[in-house]
């Protein structure tokens, strides 16, 4: 076994993620197995199993051989939030092994061009004289971008009707037509429509304001403690051995920090990553922790699979 782990990796490697192609979490990945098949020599491979909130790919990984040549690459969802909304898992989240966190980004809170509100505090007054008519949409129940409104819906006093989508695409989609008034997405996804001004900004979720919307108050400006965000984590099928997951944490990092891919992170406001797996594990810990009190704020019953 200590042979083979030097050795690692001799054959090609797969990258699943949970995800249809062409989004951001998607591309990461792709960025970064190109870095580790020039480092390597050996192909990497980025399989796409999107369904279920993310569950069909999580299994796929979970029930691979423990020997780091199978890996999930993902947002949150399989490993934080949905041992929340459903009541049964084909998997043990807990029973990943870490490998590395490859990036985070904030929140982006916009709204239709149509609603009458241009800031967040305007949204709050018009939600309150309007309760529980304003509409936000989502990628579906129990996903991090419902659980950031009904955060931000607890601590604003306010009532919001949740319109949930089977995707952030289609969710966007309604939002620019008008059919939902709000939602929480990311930047990469959201920046052309704020350009082009199909969309409103009216918050952030990061704790200060971004450079590149200067213009836009963090949400932690009205509500103090607010913050949400989004992640794309790397995960190896349980019983994995710790070298090899630190031989690709060690390789990721290296990966995410190279200045091309800074470069184009640093475009959509998202920082790169590149922690160890002791520090992915500790990370996990606290976003499960996180999204349980949202899960427990928007009052989310699990659902049967």
């Known amino acids: 076994m200590a042979s083979a782990q030097s050795h690692f990796p001799s054959h090609p490697i797969t990258i699943v993620v949970p995800l249809p192609p062409g989004g951001f979490a998607d591309t990461l990945p792709r960025l970064v197995g190109e870095k580790l098949s020039q480092r390597w ?15 069909i790919g999580a299994e796929l990984v979970a029930h691979a051989a423990p020997d780091g040549y199978t890996l999930l690459a993902t947002p949150a969802g399989p490993l934080a939030t949905n041992r929340f909304v459903f009541k049964e898992l084909p998997f043990d989240p807990d029973a990943f092994v870490p490998v590395t966190v490859l990036a985070r980004g904030p929140f982006i809170l916009v709204a239709h061009h149509g609603l009458p509100v241009s800031s967040l505090k305007e949204l709050i007054a018009y939600a309150k004289a309007n309760p529980g008519k304003v509409t936000y949409a989502s990628s579906g129940n129990g ?12 601590q604003a006093g306010i009532r919001l009707l949740h319109v949930p989508f089977k995707g952030l695409a289609p969710a966007l989609n309604a939002v620019m037509a008008g059919q939902v008034d709000l939602m929480f997405h990311d930047f990469p996804s959201t920046m052309p429509q704020i350009a082009a001004g199909t969309v409103t900004a009216l918050g952030v979720g990061s704790e200060k304001r971004l450079a590149e919307l200067p213009q836009v108050p963090a949400i932690a400006e009205f509500l103090p403690g607010f913050s949400s965000g989004f992640w794309y984590a790397v995960v190896a099928p349980p019983g994995t ?3 090899v997951a630190a031989k690709l944490s060690s390789a990721m990092a290296d990966a995410v920090h190279s200045p091309d891919i800074v470069a184009k992170l640093n475009k959509f406001a998202i920082s790169a990553g590149g922690d160890t797996p002791a520090a992915t594990a500790a990370f996990l810990k606290r976003e499960i922790e996180h999204w349980h009190a949202a899960v427990l704020a928007a009052s989310i019953k699990a659902v049967g699979n």
């Not at 996903?143 to 607890?154: I, K, N, R, T």
């Open 241 to 243: 051995p710790p070298a």
């Open 41 to 55: 020599g050996q192909p990497v491979v980025i399989v796409n199993k999107p369904g279920a909130a993310l569950n």
């Open 143 to 154: 996903s991090p971008p419902q659980l950031a409104m009904e955060l931000l819906a607890q």
